[in-house]
């Protein structure tokens, strides 16, 4: 009796060794050794003798901190972007969502174990005496019984079915997990783009308001020309039409400027009426130096969009062997114990248990194809996660490309447009003197400083769009999550109660 269970015991450990359906392996990494015609290892931008103007260095290989944010050295941005990881919905969603795939996770991984449920009844009855032999040793027709029972029902995991389900909910657990750090990667870049857009609106604000102030000016000086009659109407028309422009260009920079703000608030997690008193300008942002360039193949490890679907690839394949196992034999042991009574005193006692075991084996014979259509339906789901995985590594390299196409391209325009700007302020101030000379008019001077004034406009967008290249290369590359030792904790009011 005991080799013949060892003998069952090991055909079962046999069977149990494998599980049906495709072993998942992870795809292999891009053969590319950069990103086209983008700068790679060694190479540096152009250089601009102004705010926002250093050259930048590309570093293949460097490392990213997980703070990467701190290289622009600006203590409020660091700060905000420290309450939006505590404060904004989208964190608190993705954390959530973390924490529910691991419960279904430790849910399904219970599958190995059998399932042991207790149950007591007690009824009242009556058996008609005429028709029936009484069912019980009772003398009378009524009769109360009593029962308490261990029921056990186990599902041996023959063809890997179990396997495959908590290898597919593991799966859910590392896709949601990648989840909430692209959720951190796309929040934190967000709030430093946000910022690095206010402090350009602000400073082109500043200078249109510059710019209208000698419009105005200029427009008063016409006029009195006019008068004079040293200038034509033609002249005064032409002049309060530049002006009337200008002011034009002014209400839309303010009205970008209030949703830029609103769109902060709502990044920290707020109602625009607790907007933070916290602003920015470009002056108090440093532009970091050295910038890191990852390889494709080490920059799928980085991403962590790419990573969720890798494991989003991995959760399909185990779906494909959890289709093919519903379609062979389906094993189940169940067994019963427990003791049953006319009375509740004696329950358990001598003669009053019972018990049965059993095992059984299922095979569908006819379903009109159903387990055949849902396991080509897992099949083609493979095939579409496979498709979207290879999509998001063209996604993520062509990130990287265009962030590293944008950083050189839009530092030869800051250089283009420090040298305009240079040269109208030569212009204007060289204006000014020959006005002192009286060789010039007072209008050729105000003309010179417009001129001036609409370089150092253009001159803010430069400087503006360099910060946010940066920005845009450290979320491309993936923002150095993999250095997080400490997850930043949901606060649904506020880190400070708001």
């Not at 016409?222 to 034509?232: K, W």
């Not at 916290?278 to 920059?299: G, Q």
């Not at 299922?362 to 979207?388: I, S, Y």
């Amino acid at each position: 009796m005991s080799s013949s269970r060892l003998a069952v015991g090991a055909l079962l450990a046999i069977l149990t060794a494998c599980a049906v359906g495709p072993d998942f392996k992870r795809p292999p990494p891009p053969a590319a050794t950069g990103y086209g015609g983008a700068p790679m290892q060694g190479q540096t931008t152009a250089a601009e003798d102004t705010r926002g103007g250093t050259a930048q260095r590309f570093i293949a290989g460097m490392d990213i901190p997980s703070q990467w944010w701190t290289l622009f050295q600006s203590p409020k941005l660091n700060q905000l972007i420290e309450q939006a990881l505590k404060a904004n919905p989208q964190v608190g969603a993705a954390q959530a969502s973390l924490r529910q795939a691991h419960e279904l996770y430790s849910a399904q991984w219970t599958s190995y174990f059998p399932t042991i449920q207790g149950n007591f009844t007690g009824e009242r009855s009556e058996f008609p005496t005429n028709t029936l032999t009484s069912p019980t040793v009772a003398s009378s027709s009524t009769y109360s019984l009593y029962t308490a029972q261990l029921t056990l029902s186990y599902a041996p995991d023959v063809f890997g079915s179990t396997r495959r389900a908590v290898e597919l909910a593991k799966t859910q657990v590392e896709s949601s997990r990648f989840q909430l750090e692209a959720t951190y990667l796309t929040l934190s870049s967000n709030v430093v783009v946000t910022a690095v857009q206010e402090a350009s609106l602000r400073g082109q604000i500043a200078a249109t308001m510059r710019l209208l102030e000698l419009q105005h000016e200029l427009s008063a000086k016409v006029r009195s020309q006019r008068i004079l009659g040293t200038a034509s109407d033609l002249d005064v028309l032409a002049q309060e039409s530049s002006e009337a422009q200008t002011a034009q260009t002014l209400p839309p920079l303010q009205k970008q400027l209030g949703q830029t703000r609103d769109a902060l608030t709502a990044l920290l997690g707020r109602l625009p009426s607790d907007e933070p008193q916290e602003i920015f300008r470009l002056e108090e942002l440093t532009l970091p130096t050295d910038l890191p360039v990852s390889l494709p193949s080490k920059l799928i490890e980085q991403r962590p969009d790419v990573r969720q679907a890798e494991e989003n690839l991995h959760a399909a394949s185990a779906a494909v062997g959890v289709a093919l196992a519903n379609m062979l034999p389906q094993f189940a042991i169940n067994a019963d114990t427990g003791s049953s009574a006319l009375t509740l005193g004696r329950l358990f006692s001598p003669y009053t248990g019972f018990w049965d075991l059993g095992a059984s084996l299922t095979q569908t014979l006819f379903d009109a194809g159903a387990l055949l259509h849902k396991k080509r339906a897992a099949d083609a789901a493979l095939d579409q996660a496979a498709a979207q995985y290879r999509a998001a590594v063209i996604l993520a390299c062509q990130n990287v490309a265009d962030t590293l196409r944008a950083l050189q391209s839009d530092a030869d325009a800051l250089k283009a447009s420090g040298e305009a700007e240079r040269a109208a302020k030569r212009t204007f101030d060289l204006a000014e003197r020959q006005r002192a000379l009286g060789t010039i008019s007072l209008v050729a001077v105000l003309n010179a400083e417009q001129a001036y004034r609409q370089a150092e406009l253009a001159l803010v967008v430069a400087q503006a769009n360099r910060y946010a290249d940066t920005a845009g290369l450290f979320q491309a590359l993936g923002g150095g999550w993999w250095h997080r030792t400490e997850e930043p904790h949901y606060e649904p009011f506020g880190p400070a109660g708001k």
